[in-house]
């Protein structure tokens, strides 16, 4: 069975451009949570999807946003980039919800989004 | 104040020692969930448990073994007999309720080197 695939890997963008990463979970997974890790704010929930509807959010500006498809497939958009935004972006499926104590997480390899 | 503490920034070890890494968090909530990931060198994270908060046994894995102590709003992790291959940073999270969705939070990790 296929893991969790992240695309694009790795990413250069100037400030106030916008970028769409995307996810692909394992195959029969609904869940889809994001996470961003960076050196100063270490790691950060940013949300989460169960079955295209947006579950939980992370303590994040609008500026960051996602969708889920019907596919169960997730991308997550940042708009007007900032410098600090520079991070590596985790994403993870599971069958159900992780957060409410329901199912095992697996990880893709991130995407590391470089902002200059 | 965080509500995940992680004292120990870095241990070191050598090969077959047991190793005990230390959480230490904070919530009023009385239902909340607590999770160890591992971030190996290669920085894929890997799930490695979760525990509700109503479940206080402790919990033993091959050469993994967790300690849930509410008393002392603990959720240590202890590693038996410990191999290079446990070399990673290992993170402790909280995911309690808030405004009706369940955010994580996670501690700023402790970075395990076993030595040969």
């Known amino acids: 069975k296929a893991g969790v695939t992240q695309t694009p890997r790795y990413l250069i963008k100037t400030r106030g451009q916008q970028v769409t990463l995307s996810c692909s979970p394992i195959s029969g997974h609904r869940s889809v949570s994001w996470y961003q890790q960076t050196p100063g704010q270490g790691l950060q929930f940013l949300f989460e999807y169960f079955s295209e509807t947006q579950r939980n959010k992370g303590n994040f500006p609008g500026r960051f946003s996602g969708r889920q498809f019907s596919n169960s497939r997730s991308e997550m958009n940042v708009s007007t980039l900032e410098l600090g935004d520079s991070a590596l972006y985790l994403c993870?499926?599971?069958?159900?919800?992780?957060?409410?104590?329901?199912?095992?997480?697996?990880f893709g390899p991130g995407t590391r989004l470089l902002v200059l | 104040a965080q509500k995940v503490t992680q004292a120990q920034t870095e241990i070191s070890v050598v090969e077959k020692e047991d190793v005990t890494l230390d959480c230490v968090y904070e919530?009023?909530?009385?239902?909340?969930?607590l999770f160890w990931y591992k971030q190996p060198p290669s920085g894929e994270l890997v799930f490695l448990i979760r525990?509700?908060?109503?479940?206080?046994q402790n919990e033993i894995s091959g050469r993994y073994s967790w300690n849930f102590q509410k008393s002392t709003s603990s959720f240590n992790f202890t590693i038996t007999a410990s191999q290079v291959v446990d070399s990673a940073v290992y993170f402790c999270?909280?995911?309690?309720?808030?405004?009706?969705?369940?955010?994580?939070?996670f501690g700023r990790g402790t970075s395990l080197i076993v030595h040969p």
């Open positions: 999270a909280l995911s309690e309720a808030s405004g009706g969705s369940y955010i994580p939070t």
């Open positions: 919530t009023r909530d009385t239902t909340y969930y």
């Open positions: 993870a499926s599971s069958l159900g919800q992780v957060l409410i104590g329901e199912e095992t997480q697996y």
């Open positions: 525990r509700n908060s109503f479940d206080e």
